[in-house]
Nanobody
Framework: QVQLVESGGGLVQAGGSLRLSCAAS????????MGWFRQAPGKEREFVAA???????YYSDSVKGRFTISRDNAKNTVYLQMNSLKPEDTAVYYC??????????????????WGQGTQVTVSS
């Protein structure tokens, strides 16, 4: 069993930055792929980024070049650095963990564990 707790959300102006953190407990984080999803009101949960080890991150086209995912296995923590934020990035951001292949990263149903979410609001 893995427990995930997100932090770092908040209100920021367009063009600003935020860094989200996801602290894991229960099992060794390094065993899992770690990902970030987001869900805006009235929309489905959408894939943002994922990383299997400490290299080879994978991003959705909507955040590529602006967001950076990283992980510190010694601290059992994964991060999402979000730069050049846009109003359309406003959503609840969720951390996820799973033992899945890269080809399934986009599918929220393939991930095994989820955090409770943290709100990110970008004002125009």
């Amino acid at each position: 069993q893995v427990q995930l707790v997100e932090s770092g959300g908040g209100l920021v102006q367009a063009g600003g930055s935020l860094r989200l953190s996801c602290a894991a407990s229960g099992r060794t984080l390094s065993l899992y792929a770690m990902g970030w999803f987001r869900q805006a009101p009235g929309k489905e949960r959408e894939f943002v980024a994922a990383i299997r080890w400490t290299t080879n991150p994978y991003y959705s086209d909507s955040v590529k070049g602006r967001f950076t995912i990283s992980r510190d296995n010694a601290k059992n923590t994964v991060y999402l650095q979000m730069n050049s934020l846009k109003p359309e990035d406003t959503a609840v951001y969720y951390c996820a963990a799973g033992d899945l292949a890269r080809s399934y990263y986009y599918d929220s149903g393939r991930w095994d564990y989820w955090g409770q979410g943290t709100q990110v609001t970008v004002s125009s």
